[in-house]
């Protein structure tokens, strides 16, 4: 979600078949709210960490089964796509594995990956709103966490 800007349900709903190639270069294919269709260049961290996530998943899943699958009960991966409530569960306990006491949602990951694309002076929020399969940018920009940034320095800079 982060490197593609993907919501989701959208991330949950990709088959193994949604990463492709397109002239030899690493695709992702989502099927945002309303029905909108969006193909994105895969990240390069995000080639390894799905290239490492099939690995784990044994043997090579089906084209048109679910990407992202549910664990059996003894914690190998089902053939059962993740459902949503259990995709927040899952980031909740890594986040406080790492060390990570703020609450996170599945969004969390959107919005850093919008935030950070938006960090760059060349890049436009046109642009933004495509990669994260938004109609208008008003909904775009709601995820846009660059003015929540304060520096422990402003903060001093109260009254002391």
Not at 35 to 45: A, E, S
Request: with cysteine; aromatic share 8%; charged share 30%.
């Amino acid at each position: 979600m982060t490197y593609s800007f993907a919501g989701v349900s959208a991330a949950l709903a990709m088959n193994v078949k949604d990463v492709f190639l397109t002239d030899g270069r690493p695709w992702l294919r989502m099927n945002e709210k309303g029905g909108k269709v969006v193909d994105v260049p895969r990240h390069h961290h995000q080639k390894a960490y799905l290239r490492d996530y099939v690995a784990a998943v044994g043997t090579a899943p089906e084209r048109d089964g679910p990407l992202f699958c549910s664990l059996n009960r003894d914690g190998s991966l089902s053939r059962r796509r993740l459902v949503r409530q259990r995709a927040w569960e899952m980031l909740r306990r890594r986040a406080r594995v790492a060390g990570i006491s703020t609450d996170v949602c599945n969004q969390s990951f959107r919005a850093k990956g919008i935030t950070a694309y938006l960090e760059n002076p060349e890049v436009r929020v046109d642009e933004a709103q495509y990669l994260a399969g938004r109609a208008d940018p008003k909904t775009t920009k709601l995820y846009d966490r660059r003015a929540h940034r304060v520096s422990l320095d402003e903060i001093k800079r109260f009254g002391t």
